[in-house]
């Protein structure tokens, strides 16, 4: 009966995140131009710097990188683009020398390539960290480490952005640079699978991960905690935002009470349809909802979340 139940908790972790994998790679079609930041604003969450952060995110993602530069040379001292072939991947770096500060953008599952990766959800030991990691976006996550060592100023802080794939392996990315002595003044992760078990949260729980949660949106509820093994679940880092509807949003807080938001993926797809989910979980879905909170957030209980929550249209 054990090989049997740990044969069905495979069978539902892959299946889940090959659903997860089809949505993410249906973002690949074009999405309207950014939304412009207004300026800053004072507030328990720095919704203005999320979300400059996810219009410049979503210009690298869906954008060529001519159009790119175009969009965001004014703002930086330096823009680097770098393509990864073996990983298929992208990441960009802009520098303000003024402020001493390098940001970071790593970009989500584009194509079947990073599709793969997402599906290899077993733990691997990572010796540098001494903790275990979801073994596909360990690898993701390694390919931009050795490539982005030499570009970065050791003298600068660090901010780390990411969407969805890009959001796990931006975790996965800090964890290692402030390991070598990186100063990481912030890592935001929309839309971010969980990377890691106990053990990692517990050793790196000092790194200032900031994860935002769509309401409606699946892949933060994968993998499944009980996948690979109930024992031993994955959990997430840091405190979650969750957005809900116009200026609302809660926190989580970081005790991983974000496990209840949903009780299953395969749940919340059969309760809103397919197509609520897809939508929830793009960056220009974030962007929209970030947008919203700006001039006057409304922080809420988590307990009266569904008051607040992802109308149904």
């Known amino acids: 009966m054990r090989l049997w139940s740990s044969r069905g ?3 539902r972790a892959a299946a889940s995140l090959a659903c997860a994998t089809l949505l993410a790679l249906q973002s690949c079609a074009s999405v309207p ?8 604003v004072s507030g328990a969450v720095d919704f203005a710097t999320i979300l ?4 410049a995110y ?9 159009q790119t530069r175009a969009a965001l040379r004014a703002s930086y001292d330096a823009l680097t683009f770098v393509d990864l072939p073996k990983t298929k991947n992208r990441y960009m770096i802009g520098t303000l020398d003024s402020a001493r500060r390098q940001e970071i953008w790593i970009r989500g599952t584009a194509n079947l390539r990073n599709g793969l990766y997402d599906l290899q959800f077993l ?22 480490y050795k490539d982005i060592l030499p570009r970065l100023n050791r003298d600068y802080g ?11 392996e931006a975790v996965i990315l800090a964890m290692l640079l402030s390991t070598d002595g990186f100063h990481v003044t912030h890592v935001y992760a929309t839309g971010q699978p969980r990377v890691t078990d106990a053990e990692g949260v517990k050793k790196f729980d000092f790194l ?12 933060p ?7 690979p093994s109930a024992a031993d679940p994955y959990a997430h880092l840091g405190k979650a935002v969750l957005l809900l509807d116009g200026p609302y949003y809660c926190l989580l807080g970081e005790d991983r009470s974000d496990d209840a938001l949903a009780s299953s993926f395969w749940q919340m797809l059969s309760a809103e349809g397919t197509y609520a989910p897809v939508k929830e979980h793009l960056i220009p879905a974030y962007i929209e909802r970030l947008a919203l909170k700006l001039s006057s957030p409304i922080q809420v209980p988590c307990a009266d979340r569904a008051l607040y929550g992802t109308k149904k249209k």
């Open 58 to 66: 979503r210009v690298m993602r869906y954008d060529k990188e001519e």
């Open 208 to 219: 200032p991960i900031t994860r935002i949660m769509n309401d409606g949106d699946p892949v």
């Open 33 to 40: 131009r950014p939304l412009i930041a207004p300026p800053d």
């Open 221 to 227: 509820l994968l993998p499944p905690r009980d996948i």
């Open 9 to 11: 908790r495979l069978f």
């Open 158 to 168: 660090l901010v780390i952005f990411g969407h969805s794939l890009g959001a796990a």
């Open 52 to 55: 400059r952060l996810s219009e």
């Open 123 to 144: 733990k691997h030991r990572n010796e540098k960290l001494g903790i275990n990691l979801h073994a596909g976006f360990e690898r993701m996550a390694l390919a931009v």
